[in-house]
């Protein structure tokens, strides 16, 4: 796979991935592209088919994963969630910073894959905290939500061995932990804007 080198945010539900990235986007125009997964969860009020997600169907999800449209899948919360080849290529033929959003699944798997992203970690500063953004968020049943508690129990285990993630910021004041992200990019983006000039 060609272009800059893609970025991969990872970390449990709620820590607060696509707040940061959503940001990052918004201040680096034409510096960023999102890798849209496909998802068979359903979308949320203010989500768009195509810019958050493909929401798609079990079956159809299926059977790309079979045609091996995929580089990455996993079931999350009772779900099925993946980064298809196009989704990349789309933002690579654009010469952009490919970000991508994956659970630690996704993670592990694109190990296997000549990616070769910078792979960060967001964490929440405690469960306790993460489960009350989670909950205020108000997206979840309380079934999906205790779900996501159990995964993100696990996925602040793993973050925490060495080598699985090159940085890991703890999202606890916002403001700083946006900071910690830009800095760790700052090199990435600069390229991309210089050549883009
Ligand atoms: N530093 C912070 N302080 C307080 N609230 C925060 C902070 N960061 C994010 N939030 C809030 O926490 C909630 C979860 O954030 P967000 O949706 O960005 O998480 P996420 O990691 O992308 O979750 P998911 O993986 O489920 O998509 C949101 O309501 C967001 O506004
Ligand atoms: N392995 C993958 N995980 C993904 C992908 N897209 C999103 N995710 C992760 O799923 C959970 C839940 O997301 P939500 O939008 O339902 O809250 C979260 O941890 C995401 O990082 C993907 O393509 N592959």
Redesign the pocket.
């Given at each position: 796979m060609s272009g800059p080198r893609p970025v991969v945010l990872s970390?449990?539900?709620?820590?607060?991935?696509?707040?940061l990235m959503k940001r990052l986007m918004k201040d680096h125009e034409d510096v960023f592209g999102f890798s849209v997964s496909h998802t068979t969860r359903n979308p949320r009020p203010g989500e768009e088919d195509g810019k958050d997600y493909h929401f798609t169907t079990k079956e159809a999800m299926q059977e790309g994963i079979d045609n091996g449209e995929y580089i990455e899948n996993a079931e999350f919360s009772g779900n099925l969630y993946g980064t298809s080849k196009a989704a990349i290529e789309d933002v690579q033929a654009k010469n952009l910073i490919c970000i991508l959003?994956v659970d630690i699944q996704g993670v592990k798997r694109i190990k296997e894959t000549d990616l070769n992203p910078i792979y960060i970690s967001?964490q929440p500063p405690s469960m306790e905290i993460l489960e009350k953004?989670?909950r205020?968020?108000q997206t979840e049943t309380e079934e999906s939500l205790q779900k996501?508690l159990e995964a993100a129990r696990i996925d602040m285990e793993l973050s925490n061995e060495p080598g699985v993630f090159d940085v890991v910021i703890i999202?606890?004041?916002?403001e700083r932990?946006y900071e910690e992200l830009k800095d760790i990019l700052s090199d990435d983006i600069q390229k991309v804007q210089e050549a883009k000039s």
């Open positions: 970390g449990p539900s709620g820590a607060g991935k696509s707040t959003d967001i953004r989670l205020d968020r996501r999202n606890d004041d916002l932990a």
